[in-house]
């Protein structure tokens, strides 16, 4: 077969799709009959298929193209890095200036704490690697038996195998199993549980779980916990306020170290650098990866505190890890031209001060009072709406999941990208939205919620 750079019709990439591949997280079967969206340019927060339809991108891709797209500066900087130096690794006693240079910028964003970075190819290798640097900085500081992970219901840290189990999603447990040493406390989802709990004693009760399963297993034998800050795929689901400072009492106190997984909520999305700022607690390992380079190249990372790194290096020998695209210099320049983006153009606290609290003001000032919405969460740029069926018990639907499947689809006639999870429709749109693209978002929104609330017969 010949290939050219002339476009081919729709149904020809659709045909082509549907024979060769099995997409993440839908029934293929039924995606096949009815035929994939064929993106085929973007420009800031606009997308574009092969008919000729624009969207607007309210999920930033998957939570990670925190600049935009079209971004010349991301593009020249990885042209000039492919020139330079394509690829070397970080092997053989070797080192490049690319990867040298995006940790000193990185480390000099970061709180104090931190010191050391292991880079990987996205957010399920770092929470990959976390498993194994964890155990092994505990092997070194001389605790071998503390090997547990402990993760929540409904969190996400990745697909592999070690990720998906220790992440929460059950439906991703049946597929590829569990593992041993892993285990699981509830998450801190206040609108899920009817009750007479304030959202602050909620929160409260749900860290203590972490306590009690600590005590079931045995501090000796439990060597860290890993979280979101909110959830991210689970739903945007922010915890009550009392929720992170009670965690990191418990783990100070028990000696477990406090995993923050950043992968979604780093670089900007919440007005902070990172989450955990945003919510106030410290952690002691931090995993990154989607907002790192904007999604322009995959590149993923753990950041460890150090205490952790300095005792790997000066008493832990061989780390027996690597990677063949650790740190890759392409990655690695368009890393550092991204985060300087993010820096020198105030876009980080244009969202905390300006663009942030406008996304949030309207979404709450149009759908506080409507029919659907039970509850609006959110900060910066994220946001979720949770559907009710009735609002004053906080009484779900039983069908939610086909209900915001629905507002989905809808969005996407109306020329919007959000994103369903079981009762909650989330956007995350990327952090250099202007306000008349953030108004464009939520009339497109409003839109696709009022055609659901009618079929339900609310409006």
């Not at 939570?63 to 130096?85: F, I």
């Not at 009750?195 to 297993?217: H, S, V, W, Y």
């Not at 006639?413 to 464009?440: F, Q």
Request: with cysteine.
């Amino acid at each position: 077969m010949s290939m050219s750079n002339s476009p081919r019709e729709t149904g020809d990439y659709q045909a082509l799709d549907a024979r060769h591949h099995i997409h993440a997280f839908l029934d293929q079967k039924a995606l096949n009959a009815e035929g994939a969206r064929v993106m085929v340019k973007a420009d800031r927060l606009h997308i574009w298929d092969n008919d000729g339809k624009r969207y607007l991108d309210g999920m930033s891709g998957l939570w990670c193209t925190n600049l935009g797209y079209g971004r010349e500066d991301l593009v020249a900087a990885a042209a000039r890095q492919m020139e330079q130096l394509p690829y070397y690794n970080m092997f053989f006693h070797t080192t490049h200036p690319a990867v040298v240079e995006l940790s000193e910028l990185l480390f000099s964003l970061l709180p104090d704490r931190y010191s050391h970075a292991i880079y990987t190819n996205s957010g399920s290798e770092a929470n990959e690697v976390l498993i194994r640097t964890v155990r092994r900085y505990w092997q070194v500081a001389g605790q071998p038996k503390k090997r547990i992970m402990i993760g929540r219901w409904n969190g996400y840290h990745g697909s592999t195998l070690a990720t998906s189990a220790m992440g929460g999603m059950k439906f991703m447990h049946e597929m590829g199993g569990m593992l041993p040493e892993i285990a699981h406390i509830d998450e801190p989802y206040w609108y899920a549980h009817p009750g007479n709990m304030t959202p602050d004693e909620f929160g409260r009760r749900c860290a203590r779980q972490l306590e009690e399963k600590i005590l079931e297993l045995g501090a000796e034998n439990v060597a860290g916990f890993i979280a979101e800050p909110f959830q991210g795929a689970g739903g945007m689901i922010f915890p009550p306020e009392s929720y992170w400072p009670e965690i990191q009492r418990i783990c100070r106190q028990y000696n477990v170290l406090l995993c923050a997984d950043e992968v979604i909520g780093g670089f900007g999305r919440t007005g902070e650098w990172f989450a955990s700022q945003h919510f106030g607690f410290e952690p002691d390992t931090l995993s990154i990866a989607k907002g790192l380079t904007s999604g322009y190249v995959p590149m993923g990372g753990l950041i460890l505190s150090k205490k952790m790194g300095q005792t790997l290096v000066e008493e832990g020998g061989v780390f027996a890890h690597g990677l063949t695209y650790s740190g890759h210099p392409v990655a690695a320049a368009v890393a550092l031209a991204n985060i300087k983006a993010l820096r020198d153009e105030g876009i980080v606290s244009r969202v905390k001060q300006d663009t942030g609290p406008y996304l949030q003001k309207g979404l709450r000032e149009m759908f506080a009072d409507h029919p659907l919405v039970g509850e609006i969460q959110g900060a910066g740029m994220v946001a979720a709406l949770q559907f009710a069926e009735d609002k004053a018990s906080r009484r779900r639907f039983a069908n939610e999941s086909d209900i915001t499947w629905r507002c989905r689809s809808y969005g996407f006639e109306e020329g919007v990208i959000i994103r369903s999870t079981a009762g909650r429709m989330i956007m995350a749109p990327a952090l250099v939205a202007t306000h008349g693209e953030i108004d464009e978002l939520l009339e497109k929104t409003k839109c696709a919620v009022d055609r659901t609330a009618r079929d339900l017969g609310l409006l």
